[in-house]
């Protein structure tokens, strides 16, 4: 993927909607471009949970996509300030104490609704980190309702309404930080 272009249309992108910045930093990851932005004002560029944000990083791979033909969107992640960061950091929190649940209980354990993205950041985590390789997950649901289900590679212990395909409702805690996640 051309890098150049990335940062020249994401630099476009903020001086047209008046977006102060001082900085853009690329990397790549595996399959994704990330870009840093640097700013004094984070806050105008994250916007109200991130929908400023969100609405950079769509009308980028938008633009991305267009200019460079591709069939689908590239996987571009828009962050600034290390708030993206935060929230990819949480959500692997997050998975780890509902993995230390079903760990204790034998019984799976369905997340709180979440965007493709964040879903993936759990698969990821749970599949690439050793501690956690007695557990599997997969995604269940339609649009929006889509959620992970985390469960032990070997339910000895499960509930039969669990193994009869029943939906299981996320166990939600009053704040389980899940409720701001904008990607």
């Not at 493709?116 to 649009?143: C, K």
């Not at 000895?156 to 904008?182: K, Q, T």
């Amino acid at each position: 993927m051309d890098t150049a272009l990335i940062q020249t249309t994401l630099k476009e992108l903020l001086e047209r909607l008046d977006l102060p910045f001082s900085a853009i930093q690329l990397s790549e990851e595996e399959d994704i471009v990330r870009a840093e932005i640097t700013s004094e004002k984070a806050n105008k560029i994250i916007g109200w949970h991130g929908e400023t944000l969100n609405s950079i990083q769509h009308l980028l791979k938008a633009i991305i996509r267009s200019k460079e033909k591709m069939d689908r969107s590239p996987f571009i992640v828009v962050d600034v300030d290390g708030y993206r960061r935060m929230q990819e950091d949480k959500v692997r929190k997050i998975a780890e104490q509902k993995a230390d649940f079903v760990r204790r209980t034998g019984t799976r354990v369905a997340l709180a609704p979440m965007s493709p993205y964040f879903r993936r950041i759990v698969h990821l985590h749970i599949a690439n980190t050793p501690e956690l390789q007695d557990l599997t997950t997969e995604s269940t649901g339609e649009g929006d309702y889509r959620q992970i289900v985390l469960r032990l590679k070997k339910e000895g212990n499960v509930r039969a309404a669990a193994d009869a395909g029943e939906e299981l409702s996320p166990v939600i805690e009053e704040d389980n930080g899940l409720e701001n996640l904008d990607i």
